[in-house]
């Protein structure tokens, strides 16, 4: 079991714009054949998600799309903890938990609802570094785009400090996207 932190990110760093679009990454013309992406591998060894405030809230603006697309308004099947200090709507249909607070305490709820499964820590920056500075975070996976954007939400929100990364693989999905995968090796 492990904590990753899947997600895609700018050439320059950023995972959002400053207004929390991720529309960027559907100007990428060529990133691979479909059966080449890891996201469905990715997807099928998760057993619980969690994500900040703004990353529920895209999911909740883009609810008609994904009906469209799904058939349902929620994409995921896994519980997800959405870590918010404000009250947001719920989603019919979504096995969802709003939290506050220490990470750490969290991610043994977490855990425990995942079994022996991946935890994925969908977003963002800050909530990422978060489970990082808790020391619980395992594994990087990010597709880094062929799109810049100048400025908006970083990949990180502060460096990552006490760990090394540990490059273990690198794949070219089109002409559009590189997916890196890091190992999160903690300090003794």
């Given at each position: 079991?492990?904590?990753?932190?899947?997600?895609?990110?700018?050439?320059?760093?950023?995972?959002?714009?400053?207004?929390?679009?991720?529309e960027?990454?559907?100007?990428l013309?060529?990133?691979?054949?479909?059966?080449?992406?890891?996201?469905?591998?990715?997807?099928?060894?998760?057993?619980?998600?969690?994500?900040?405030?703004s990353?529920?809230?895209?999911?909740?603006?883009?609810?008609?799309?994904?009906?469209?697309?799904?058939?349902?308004?929620?994409?995921?099947?896994?519980?997800?903890?959405?870590?918010?200090?404000?009250?947001?709507?719920?989603?019919?249909?979504?096995?969802?938990?709003?939290?506050?607070?220490?990470?750490?305490?969290?991610?043994?709820?977490?855990?425990?609802?995942?079994?022996?499964?991946?935890?994925?820590?969908?977003?963002?920056?800050?909530?990422?570094?978060?489970?990082?500075?808790?020391?619980?975070?395992?594994?990087?996976?990010?597709?880094v785009?062929?799109?810049?954007?100048?400025?908006?939400?970083?990949?990180?929100?502060?460096?990552?400090?006490?760990?090394?990364?540990?490059?273990?693989?690198?794949?070219?999905?089109?002409?559009?996207?590189?997916?890196?995968?890091?190992?999160?090796?903690?300090?003794?």
């Amino acid at each position: 079991m492990k904590t990753q932190y899947y997600t895609a990110s700018t050439l320059d760093g950023f995972i959002a714009t400053e207004d929390d679009s991720i529309e960027w990454l559907s100007t990428l013309s060529d990133v691979g054949k479909p059966e080449d992406a890891s996201y469905p591998r990715f997807i099928a060894d998760v057993g619980a998600i969690a994500m900040g405030s703004s990353t529920y809230e895209w999911i909740v603006r883009h609810a008609e799309q994904v009906r469209r697309e799904l058939g349902k308004a929620w994409p995921y099947t896994q519980p997800a903890w959405v870590f918010t200090t404000r009250v947001l709507p719920p989603v019919e249909g979504a096995d969802l938990r709003f939290v506050q607070g220490d990470v750490r305490e969290v991610h043994a709820r977490m855990r425990q609802a995942a079994g022996e499964k991946n935890i994925w820590i969908m977003g963002g920056g800050d909530l990422a570094a978060q489970f990082h500075e808790a020391g619980l975070l395992d594994e990087l996976i990010v597709g880094v785009a062929s799109v810049t954007l100048g400025k908006g939400k970083p990949l990180f929100t502060r460096p990552l400090t006490g760990s090394e990364l540990q490059l273990t693989s690198v794949q070219q999905m089109g002409s559009g996207m590189a997916e890196l995968r890091y190992a999160v090796r903690k300090a003794a």
